[in-house]
């Protein structure tokens, strides 16, 4: 069973950078995807980025597009997220996820980490 860690969260003002690592406990198999979901106080759980473990295809949501960089390092079994420009609307808990599937939605994955708060100030 993998096991998941974010960490690098906190608090920021508006148009700073910040990133947010997780590293993973446990082999991840070539065909996995890697993805960032958050979610910001009374709202739903959303899609931000994925990333291929195997190749370095990606994928983001258009909220966070131009702005957000997801990438990897194989070697120490991390995934990262660059995030610049940030927004007060960027305010929330981050987890990361395991899936099978290049997929935006979260029912194909079925590992999650616990999160990492992360507070945009305007």
């Known amino acids: 069973q993998v096991q998941l860690q974010e960490s690098g969260g906190g608090s920021v003002q508006a148009g700073d950078s910040l990133r947010i690592s997780c590293v993973a406990s446990g082999r991840i198999y070539s065909s996995s995807v890697l993805g960032w979901f958050r979610q910001a106080p009374g709202k739903e759980r959303e899609f931000v980025a994925l990333?291929?473990?195997?190749?370095?295809?990606?994928l983001y949501a258009d909220s966070v597009k131009g702005r957000f960089t997801i990438s990897k390092d194989r070697a120490v079994n991390t995934v990262y997220l660059q995030m610049n420009a940030l927004k007060p609307e960027d305010t929330a808990v981050y987890s990361c996820?395991?899936?099978?599937?290049?997929?935006?939605?979260?029912?194909?994955?079925?590992?999650w980490g616990q999160g990492t708060q992360v507070t945009v100030a305007s």
């Open positions: 990333i291929r473990w195997s190749r370095d295809s990606t």
């Open positions: 996820a395991k899936g099978s599937q290049y997929s935006s939605d979260q029912r194909d994955y079925f590992n």
